[in-house]
T-cell receptor, first 116, second 115 residues
Framework: AQKVTQAQTEISVVEKEDVTLDCVYETRDTTYYLFWYKQPPSGELVFLIR??????QNEISGRYSWNFQKSTSSFNFTITASQVVDSAVYFCALRGTTDSWGKLQFGAGTQVVVTP | EAQVTQNPRYLITVTGKKLTVTCSQNMNHEYMSWYRQDPGLGLRQIYY???????DKGDVPEGYKVSRKEKRNFPLILESPSPNQTSLYFCASRSGGRANTGELFFGEGSRLTVL
């Protein structure tokens, strides 16, 4: 069975602070995919990144960066110099390759609140 | 514009009154899926469909039905809604078969309240 744990329910920061969202996953698959989605207050799900299990390179996209550590089964997400527009719920998700057709297993989500 | 469209976006109904949430995608995707989102639980898969006339249960299928008569449409049916089905529902689609690793495209969500 697959599992994604986002232990932080809510994180509150002041604008310009950095914020790191933790994601720990469990899977028996040797090949799998990890995702991050953003859900702003308007409710839609916005795809942020997909990472393959065989590619442990960290990635940076603007103020966003992701740290994938296979040894600790973690895929953490950092927002640098946070802005009010970053206020949202962020979901980490896992897709295995041996069980049902590409189901995304989501974590419970982390609410990020950025105040001016 | 490539999109997944759900209707209605918001609905308040009463216990036992059958309802259908429609989902349509214009990307010719083979795979479609329904998720529900509840506080503290993230999103959980209800049903999915690999192609026309091929559907299967996800993690929380009780109380729901689906059909896939056309490639573009994947309606979610609540035959006798109950208050525990009050939730935010998302339809999603992607191309390809089981091995496809492409991202899921999500609809905008349908917020359902059952009184």
């Amino acid at each position: 069975a697959q599992k994604v744990t986002q232990a932080q329910t809510e994180i509150s920061v002041v604008e310009k602070e950095d914020v790191t969202l933790d994601c720990v996953y469990e899977t028996r698959d040797t090949t799998y995919y990890l995702f991050w989605y953003k859900q702003p207050p308007s409710g839609e799900l916005v795809f942020l990144i997909r990472r393959n299990s065989f590619d442990e390179q960290n990635e940076i996209s603007g103020r966003y960066s992701w740290n994938f550590q296979k040894s600790t089964s973690s895929f953490n997400f950092t927002i640098t110099a946070s802005q009010v527009v970053d206020s949202a719920v962020y979901f980490c998700a896992l897709r295995g390759t041996t069980d049902s057709w590409g189901k995304l297993q989501f974590g419970a989500g982390t609410q990020v609140v950025v105040t001016p | 514009e490539a999109q997944v469209t759900q209707n209605p976006r918001y609905l308040i109904t009463v216990t036992g009154k059958k309802l259908t949430v429609t989902c349509s995608q214009n990307m010719n995707h083979e795979y479609m899926s329904w998720y529900r989102q509840d506080p503290g639980l993230g999103l959980r898969q209800i049903y999915y469909s690999m192609n026309v006339e091929v559907t299967d249960k996800g993690d929380v299928p009780e109380g729901y039905k689906v059909s896939r008569k056309e490639k573009r449409n994947f309606p979610l049916i609540l035959e006798s809604p109950s208050p525990n089905q009050t939730s935010l529902y998302f339809c999603a689609s992607r191309s390809g078969g089981r091995a496809n690793t492409g991202e899921l495209f999500f609809g905008e969500g349908s917020r359902l309240t059952v009184l």
